[in-house]
């Protein structure tokens, strides 16, 4: 059986909080070739509604390209940490998208999700603020 491994970046942005919100994502493959780049404005939500939308929508765009594996790269801190069971979710706003992400990871074989730096997310961080730059 072949099995497809994805490793995916996640950013989600609001400018002010509640405000104008995007999301950005990209979905690499083992060998790191790009397979999917999601750039998209949300309308208005928080910055943490726009983290968990931006996992959501590329854990939707993996499942669809037939991802079995799935490494997620994010710089929310809450989101890793509410996700790996850290963090209990405790925003009534949160706990729907908790759930959907809990919905698609058991569509997987495999899923980790690791806290990263600011500054390893520079091109999903750059994707959510061009889908933003657009509405402006």
């Not at 942005?13 to 999301?23: D, H, T």
């Not at 910055?47 to 993996?62: C, H, P, T, V």
Request: no cysteine; net charge positive; hydrophobic share 40%.
């Amino acid at each position: 059986m072949n099995t497809k491994s994805m490793l995916i970046w996640v950013d989600g942005a609001a400018r002010g909080n509640p405000g104008p919100a995007a999301i950005g994502a990209v979905i690499k493959d083992e060998q790191g070739a790009t397979l999917a780049r999601i750039s998209q404005r949300i309308g208005k939500t928080t910055n943490n509604q726009a983290e968990y939308r931006a996992l959501i929508a590329a854990l939707e765009k993996a499942v669809q390209l037939g991802a079995r594996k799935v490494s997620v790269y994010s710089d929310s801190e809450l989101v890793v940490r509410q996700i790996t069971g850290r963090y209990r979710v405790k925003k009534a706003e949160l706990k729907p998208l908790f759930q959907k992400v809990t919905q698609l990871q058991s569509r997987l074989e495999s899923f980790s999700i690791s806290h990263i730096p600011r500054e390893q997310n520079t091109e999903a961080d750059r994707l959510a603020n061009e889908a933003l730059d657009q509405g402006s």
